[in-house]
T-cell receptor
Framework: AQKVTQAQTEISVVEKEDVTLDCVYE???????LFWYKQPPSGELVFLIR??????QNEISGRYSWNFQKSTSSFNFTITASQVVDSAVYFC????????????FGTGTSLTVIP | EPEVTQTPSHQVTQMGQEVILRCVPI?????FYWYRQILGQKVEFLVS????????KSEIFDDQFSVERPDGSNFTLKIRSTKLEDSAMYFC???????????FGPGTRLTVT
């Protein structure tokens, strides 16, 4: 079973539109961490955010915001006023305390922002 | 800001050859990882390494793979006899503790011909 599900394979938006990338996770651990990474065409993984399971407070960082809801096991990522530079593949990941703290990545969502 | 480095950035090798991918984790980190990403697919866990031994490995990490921390700074992934399906981006990662941030290197793109 997938521990991290990103149901949206590809999304295209027009510049300045808002876009939300969905992430649903599955774990039995009470202590875990959730992450979002951006992978631009150059291939590196760029860290965006980390959330621990005890902190459900939503976070905003500039045009980025994250909505963590334990009740629905979701950790969604919203980009407001999207820009062409936001075009990339975005990965959600889960790290559990009981499984060696390896990262379980979702399959990624490819975002294309059209100028 | 500290960073994980990986060399080479791109390696081309012939099927059946041995390759060694090198990583220099962040100096005070204790946990080290290798991940693989086949083109267009998700990032997959290969192996974790702590206290000079493998702590966990995935089913991908078969007998063709090995890891080593030979000198206290480098962390290497060896593929003994490469196959075409080993072509992928290989990411090294390190973290200080199990609750700490995990830092990924820029990746080594391995192409097996």
């Amino acid at each position: 079973a997938q521990k991290v599900t990103q149901a949206q394979t590809e999304i295209s938006v027009v510049e300045k539109e808002d876009v939300t990338l969905d992430c649903v996770y599955e774990t039995r651990d009470t202590t875990y961490y959730l992450f979002w990474y951006k992978q631009p065409p150059s291939g590196e993984l760029v860290f965006l955010i980390r959330r621990n399971s005890f902190d459900e407070q939503n976070e905003i960082s500039g045009r980025y915001s994250w909505n963590f809801q334990k009740s629905t096991s979701s950790f969604n990522f919203t980009i407001t006023a999207s820009q062409v530079v936001d075009s990339a593949v975005y990965f959600c990941a889960l790290s559990e305390a009981t499984t060696g703290n390896q990262f379980y990545f979702g399959t990624g969502t490819s975002l294309t922002v059209i100028p | 800001e500290p960073e994980v480095t990986q060399t080479p950035s791109h390696q081309v090798t012939q099927m059946g050859q041995e390759v060694i991918l090198r990583c220099v984790p962040i100096s005070n980190h204790l946990y080290f990882y290798w991940y693989r990403q086949i083109l267009g697919q998700k990032v997959e866990f290969l192996v974790s390494f702590y206290n000079n031994e493998i702590s966990e490995k995935s089913e991908i990490f078969d007998d063709q793979f090995s890891v080593e921390r030979p000198d206290g700074s480098n962390f290497t992934l060896k593929i003994r006899s490469t196959k075409l399906e080993d072509s992928a981006m290989y990411f090294c990662a390190s973290r200080r503790g199990t609750e700490g941030m995990c830092y990924f290197g820029p990746g080594t793109r391995l192409t097996v011909t």
